[in-house]
């Protein structure tokens, strides 16, 4: 089984979230609002570089 976190960083509303895991074949990420819906897979180098992205608001709207 897969344990899902949710991440610590939301809008202020809380209501845009998304959830990270750690898979076999790397980091998965998906919408905390829609867990069916399939999740996006990333290598450990991908998801430090969108980590890093985010953290530094290239990504921001």
């Known amino acids: 089984m897969i344990e899902w976190r949710k991440s610590s960083r939301s809008n202020a509303s809380g209501n845009e979230c998304v959830e990270v895991a750690?898979?076999?074949?790397?980091?998965?990420?998906?919408?905390s609002k829609a867990p069916d819906a399939g999740h996006l897979t990333l290598s450990p180098e991908s998801f430090t570089r969108l980590?890093?992205?985010v953290k530094r608001g290239e990504l921001n709207r």
Do not use: Q
């Open 22 to 31: 750690a898979l076999a074949e790397g980091c998965g990420i998906r919408d």
């Open 51 to 53: 980590v890093a992205r």
